[in-house]
């Protein structure tokens, strides 16, 4: 078991601890051992009881229950509390807006044991009738247990990624004679996916035979072209029977989107379409053979017959890390730290992008404390060069708009992200006015994580997004394309308008490890998604490049 699964654990002690009104002194001593243990980079399997112990975070007693939990995959007293909770409390805690003693709240006074239950009441208007719930606050539940049902069983790409293998295995394992393809969303490398789908060449009564006697799998909503079996694991699946005669043409129509398939099929070469293999397929179109994660969107073939297919970045194109966190501010690594994982993944440069000082929770730096930030910098670059450390900050966009610091100290840095991070839910009036005038700011370079979303966890604030893109264009801003798999904003589907224009997309890790620098790829591959290329993508610029775009630039600033 390692950290992240140890931490969750201690979490979920901690919030049911707070739903059943247990002693707060402990509860609040187990959310702190999980939000440390979640930050080591040591995996605890490897300490002893007594180093385990000595780690910031975790005393004789948690160690204790980390122990119990590493050698038996559980921990008791969790499981006492699971049993006394009904599933839909539990359930509830994935509601925003609601934490575990409101959750008390509403199950011991209101008799509420379901997200589907409290959805009911907050319609009738019951919710504010109870301390602590306003009318702000209802709506505000509601718009949350939407946003939960609509989002349910969907997974970020980076979860289901590692949960691939695994199903794959097993499935050749369960089928050995049979031919199995991966097809679907997961191939098509879209951001969040619901299922794993699969195309086998067996019948559709075979294989229910043989998953009717398989533990963890039940079938639901299957129909003629598919199975469908949920997996109490977590990723359910989707299988495509199909004969041998049909493979290729099954394997290649699932591995389109609705949409894009719908597109091909509009056209009078369809019905004598070649499906041998996917070259004489496309080719029978008039078409060069689509990548895989272009089959998604149905202007995507008439834009392809136009302008061909784009030489798609990859992540040996990324030549620098560019948004990224030290212990300076929130991250975990030095910065001399950081400049050896950088030069070990073989980049020439590295922009350090501590927080802003309005940026409190994060430890934000300070404008003495960038003036020694800065000093280290330099030590660092003679030290390692010609490797360079280029002096930056994610400036908090404040709720008017400006940036965090006054222009004088604001002129010492080489760039700056700026970036919303606090009172994200605006009206789309307000979050214009706030991102425009960010992006009119000279000092401005990257726009960073544009919307502000968490996938399926948090909806952006609402912008226009077409004035946006035509802001930066006019400010020379550049929108940063945010790796982290949580975020990987901004959205694919707008990065092409975005190149269409001319705007410049950046793909960066906003890392807070030296590990999160690899989540460079994620913003690959949803980049491929629009198209981009290595020439469109900031943070593929060699390190002369990189220069001489911000010298450039600053130049033309004046700045």
Known sequence: MDNSQIAESFSLLSQLMDIHGENSFRSKSYAAAAFAIKKMPIPLSRLSDDEMSRQKGIGNST????????????LASLEDLLKRTPPGVVE???????GPKKINMIWREMGIENPGELLYACRENRLKLYKGFGEKTQQNVIDSILFYFKNKEWHLYAQVEIAEPLITGFLKKTFPTSKIFLTGAFTRQ???IKELEYVIAETPEYIRNIFSATEGFTENASDGDFLYYKNTAGINIKLYPTDEISLEKKRIETSCSVEFLTQLQTTSEYEKADFKN?????????????????RELAETPAWVKTKGIPNLITTNDIRGIIHCHSNWSDGEPSLEEMVIAAKNLGVEYLVLSDHSRAAFYANGLSIERVKEQHTCIDELNRRFAPFRIFKSIESDILNDGQLDYPDEILA???????????NLKMPVEKAM?????AIQNP??????HLTGRLLLTREGYPLNLEEIIDACLENQVTIELNANPNRLDIDWRHIRHALNKGVKISINPDAHYVESFTDIKYGVLVAQKAGLTREENLSSMTLDEFENFLSRRKAEKAI
């Open 63 to 74: 160690a204790q229950k980390i122990r119990e939990i590493l050698n038996t995959g559980t």
């Open 443 to 448: 000092f401005t370079t990257i726009l960073g």
């Open 190 to 192: 879209m951001e969040i």
């Open 433 to 437: 006015k706030r991102l425009l005038t």
């Open 278 to 294: 996917e070259e004489s397929f496309f080719s029978s179109l008039g078409l060069p053979i689509i990548p895989l994660p272009l």
């Open 92 to 98: 509830m805690l994935h509601i925003k807006g609601i």
């Open 412 to 422: 010492n840095f080489d760039m700056v992200i700026a970036s919303v991070h606090s």
